[in-house]
């Protein structure tokens, strides 16, 4: 179990967050943006992703981005997230790319839609980019998708999760993160599934992708970092979602809510606060009013 004085990993997801606005973000914009955050001094940043440019067309600029990024004043790690074997090759290429993020599901229509594999499948797939991780030096990111339950009807309980978190420790997976895809759980859920997960694999490092409204980002925070969680993705002024999930999306954990909650609770993020407000109003022109 993580203890009390382990610091907060705080994840920015500027990927999650763009990947579904239907125009496209011309490179240079994209790049000034992800400069700015890498002031903030988040822990990692989600930039962007190596997939099929006819599944998330906002996404096929990732490697002109990236040769944009500024490093050299920053500890903020980059995070790309993959969907197979091809996009993680082309990934692990990247010496600036610390994490390899993949979207594994518990639901089978999701896994289909999300990355047009069934489960199995994806488990082979995920086994093969482990090696290349492992390979290339980079850490493997698994983010357990519908982690909280889904809306199609699959099969769904805490114990399927903790099967496939074991799974992934045979893997030697020592990141996981618990997502909520669709945003449906409540403060009781995220605690009650983290202390599951964490309790039973201590080994691994533990976090939560959750979507929530603004007004419950709070409430979420508060319960993910009491139950132990140590490692929390929100997406400034709370945009995103995935598109491949349904019509009717709920976003990411609005930052600056996770911020105010920890800052509640007496966790001092460690943020540059100027560069933070930079990043926010510098939001407002990315993003499209909401």
């Keep these: 179990m993580l203890r009390e004085s382990q610091p907060i990993h705080?994840?920015?997801?500027?990927?999650?967050?763009?990947?579904?606005?239907?125009?496209?973000?011309?490179?240079?914009?994209?790049?000034?943006?992800?400069?700015?955050?890498?002031?903030?001094?988040?822990?990692?940043?989600?930039?962007?992703?190596?997939?099929?440019?006819?599944?998330?067309?906002?996404?096929?600029?990732?490697?002109?981005?990236?040769?944009?990024?500024?490093?050299?004043?920053?500890?903020?790690?980059?995070?790309?997230?993959?969907?197979?074997?091809?996009?993680?090759?082309?990934?692990?290429?990247?010496?600036?790319?610390?994490?390899?993020?993949?979207?594994?599901?518990?639901?089978?229509?999701?896994?289909?839609?999300?990355t047009n594999r069934s489960i199995e499948e994806a488990f082979n797939i995920l086994q093969n980019i482990q090696n290349l991780c492992i390979r290339h030096h980079k850490t493997l990111v698994t983010y357990i998708s519908m982690g909280f339950g889904n809306p199609y009807g699959d099969a769904y309980s805490i114990e399927l999760v903790e099967a496939f978190v074991n799974r992934l420790k045979q893997m030697e997976v020592r990141v996981v993160s618990l997502s909520d895809t669709v945003g449906t759980a409540i403060e009781e859920d995220v605690s009650l599934l983290f202390k599951r997960i964490s309790g039973a694999f201590p080994d691994?490092?533990?976090?939560?992708?959750?979507?929530?409204?603004?007004?419950?980002?709070?409430?979420?925070?508060?319960?993910?970092?009491?139950?132990?969680?140590?490692?929390?993705?929100?997406?400034?002024?709370?945009?995103?979602?995935?598109?491949?999930?349904?019509?009717s999306l709920v976003g990411n954990m609005a930052t600056e809510e996770v911020i105010r909650a920890l800052e509640e609770l007496g966790v001092a993020p460690g943020l540059n606060q100027e560069e933070l407000h930079k990043s926010l109003l510098m939001a407002g022109t990315i993003f499209p009013a909401r």
């Excluded at 967050?17 to 240079?28: R, V």
């Excluded at 962007?48 to 600029?61: E, H, L, N, T, Y």
């Excluded at 533990?206 to 409204?213: D, E, I, K, N």
């Design 10 to 114: 705080l994840v920015e997801c500027p990927r999650d967050a763009m990947q579904g606005l239907h125009d496209f973000i011309p490179t240079e914009r994209k790049a000034a943006y992800l400069n700015q955050l890498l002031r903030v001094g988040f822990s990692t940043l989600d930039f962007g992703s190596f997939v099929s440019p006819k599944a998330i067309p906002q996404m096929r600029d990732t490697a002109e981005v990236l040769q944009q990024l500024d490093l050299s004043q920053t500890s903020t790690k980059l995070l790309a997230i993959v969907a197979n074997e091809r996009g993680a090759e082309a990934a692990v290429e990247h010496a600036q790319i610390h994490y390899l993020g993949f979207p594994l599901s518990i639901s089978e229509t999701f896994q289909q839609r999300n």
């Design 204 to 247: 691994i490092e533990t976090g939560v992708h959750l979507h929530a409204r603004y007004s419950d980002v709070a409430a979420k925070t508060k319960a993910a970092w009491l139950a132990g969680c140590r490692r929390i993705d929100g997406a400034l002024k709370g945009f995103g979602g995935c598109p491949m999930a349904n019509d």
